[in-house]
């Protein structure tokens, strides 16, 4: 068990951004939209002052005072995702038979692929925003999260399976992550 001393660390909110608590869960407003996160199963403390949140780990135990860097970061994402945006983009590729990608409500549409006559769906996670442009599907949202889970359910909607995956380079693959619009 460590000897080291409870300490609380805080995270400075900039100008023009929000941040309350509703229970738990923490939401950061800002120009571009709304995030929202769940510290339900951690164990920290989180208290909104003025503009600084602060996190105080449950006890002195190692354990509990390595989480709070984790929240950290899961803070500074929803502070950078409110002010700047995350952009994900991913390259359709195809060798012989033409994909289509489309939209439709929540979900992404990949027609064609590899000949097949059913399209394959791909979920669009939380508020993202979805855009097709040319060979290219542009994934657009404030949380990091639903933006990466987004762009990774497309890649994986378009895994081929029971074959040479060097040889059946068909699919779509993610190849710039980006903060901002």
């Known amino acids: 068990m460590s000897t080291s001393a409870v300490e609380e660390t805080t995270v400075q909110v900039p100008a023009g951004v929000t941040a309350r608590l509703e229970d738990r869960s923490l939401v950061v407003k800002g120009k571009l939209g709304e995030n929202r996160k769940d510290f339900q199963k951690i164990n ?20 509990d005072n390595v989480v709070i860097n984790t929240v950290l970061s899961v803070v500074g994402n929803m502070i950078t995702g409110v002010t700047k945006g995350y952009t994900y983009r991913v390259k359709v590729v195809y060798a012989h038979f033409p994909i289509s990608v489309k939209t439709k409500g929540d979900e992404i549409l990949v027609e064609n692929f590899v000949g097949e006559r059913s399209p394959r769906i791909a979920k669009i996670v939380g508020a993202c925003k979805v855009t097709v442009e040319g ?9 990091l999260e639903d933006v990466g889970q987004t762009a990774a359910n497309l890649e994986l909607a378009t895994k081929i399976k029971r074959k040479d995956q060097r040889i059946f380079l068909d699919g779509l693959y993610i190849f710039e992550k980006t903060e901002g619009w």
């Open 44 to 63: 920290v403390n989180i208290a909104v002052q003025g503009d600084k949140v602060v996190f105080t780990p449950f006890s002195r135990k190692k354990k």
């Open 135 to 143: 060979d290219d599907v542009v994934v657009k949202g404030v949380s």
